[in-house]
């Protein structure tokens, strides 16, 4: 097809397939077929590069030599798709590699950049969707070529009186025969006379040069080429970092809740989980004297389950995460008042589902709080306070590049 398109006449031979490609891919050689001969030829295919819009092409097979110039223009459109959606195109009249199709190639990484804002974004290598080769016109141009030399001598004998022409005769029409003078020279010689009853013999030596009228076709094409950018946009920047605010203060709001909802020693559903166990008071000679005013411990575990559904229109991507915990703590009763002291510790696990890229967020965090209320009339008053502190540590996982089309 290429061979076609550059106006080369194979004489019935087609290429079949190519074998070897130089290092600098100006010559190609394979193997050619000619169905009605029923034969198999070698063939060398050169291509010259001029200029970026001009490219001579040589095609050489045993005994034909044939060449043709190509004069190339191009429409050159470059797309850019985010996440499936195009953001960006540009036609040029540059190929790809030209100055204008590589400010277009650049343009539309930048446009990808803007459009994915503040989400992550992985862009993947240019890929050619379509490349058609058009043919505008030919037109041929007739030349001689030489294509052999022969050389042969020849006696022509005159006698006087005559003048014949001697030397260099430069280029004739018609060789010289034996008795018979060339014709159409293109250089009149040294006459010489020939007196009356003088024999005259006069030796030609003829270079006789083959010409092989050979035509040269010019071909202008237009190659239409497509070339796509795509991308793939993920979850916000930093969506598992802010998870750590959320996850540490929702435990401290459990904590502040429980706390503030054992008012009274009653569950008000905040203190789920949690079991108490009276420690006796003593008298000074060692007898109980019951539970009244006495200490009481309380303990038990906490554990949620949380999933944060995604946004498609953002994106965001959802999150699942996990809390699991316990908390220990002392309270003493003053009369109608209570004062107290707790501890928890626990560890929240969450998971950024990001098919481009996937984050988790490992939190272990440890709480000291402080509490007192008061009953009385009717009425109560009751306030915590609490103090935390613990590690995050956070992971991201390498993202690849977005599943890209394939050439047609």
């Known amino acids: 097809m290429f061979a076609t398109n550059a106006g080369l006449n194979l004489n019935g031979f087609v ?10 891919g100006q010559f190609i050689t394979g193997n050619s077929f000619n169905s009605a001969q029923g034969q198999f030829l070698g063939f060398v295919l050169q291509l010259a590069q001029v200029t970026q819009s001009q490219l001579i092409v040589t095609i050489r097979l045993p005994g034909v030599t044939q060449t043709s110039i190509v004069n190339q223009t191009f429409s050159t459109q470059v797309d850019a798709k985010l996440n499936g959606a195009t953001v960006f195109t540009r036609t040029v009249t540059d190929p790809i590699t030209g100055a204008a199709g590589v400010a277009a190639l650049a343009d539309a990484r930048s446009a990808l950049q803007v459009g994915s804002g503040l989400r992550r974004v992985v862009i993947g290598a240019p890929v050619l969707i379509s490349n058609t080769t058009t043919v505008l016109g030919t037109t041929n141009s007739m030349v001689d070529v030489a294509s052999g030399t022969t050389t042969n001598t020849a006696t022509v004998n005159t006698f006087g009186p005559a003048t014949v022409a001697t030397g260099n005769l430069g280029t004739c029409a018609t060789a010289a025969a034996n008795n018979t003078n060339p014709t159409g020279c293109s250089l009149p010689g040294t006459p010489v006379t020939v007196d009356a009853g003088i024999l005259n013999s006069n030796v030609f030596t003829n270079t006789i040069n083959s010409v092989t009228p050979t035509t040269t076709p010019t071909v202008n094409h237009l190659i239409t080429a497509r070339w796509q950018v795509s991308a793939t946009a993920g ?31 009653q569950s008000s559903g905040s203190d789920n989980h949690v079991a108490r166990a009276a420690m006796p008071m003593h008298d000074a000679n060692g007898l109980g004297g019951g539970d009244s005013g006495g200490l009481t411990m309380f ?110």
Do not use: C
């Open 299 to 408: 303990g038990g575990y906490f554990g949620n389950w949380s999933h944060i559904n995604a946004d498609g229109s953002v994106p965001v991507a959802s999150v699942k995460g996990n809390t699991n915990g316990f908390v220990l703590g002392l309270e003493k009763r003053l009369g109608s008042a209570r004062v107290g002291v707790a501890v928890d510790h626990g560890t929240s696990d969450y998971t950024v589902r990001d098919a481009t890229y996937p984050e988790t967020l490992k939190l272990k965090h440890t709480q000291v709080a402080l509490f007192a209320g008061w009953q009385g009339g009717g009425f109560s008053l009751d306030g915590a306070a609490s103090y935390g502190f613990g590690t995050a540590r956070t992971s991201l996982t390498t993202p690849t590049s977005p599943q890209l089309p394939t050439a047609k």
């Open 15 to 24: 290429l079949t397939d190519a074998v070897g490609v130089s290092d600098n």
């Open 235 to 265: 979850n916000q920047f930093g969506t598992v970092h802010a998870l750590t605010g959320v996850a540490a203060f929702d435990r401290g709001d459990r904590l502040i809740g429980q706390l503030l909802g054992m008012s009274g020693g």
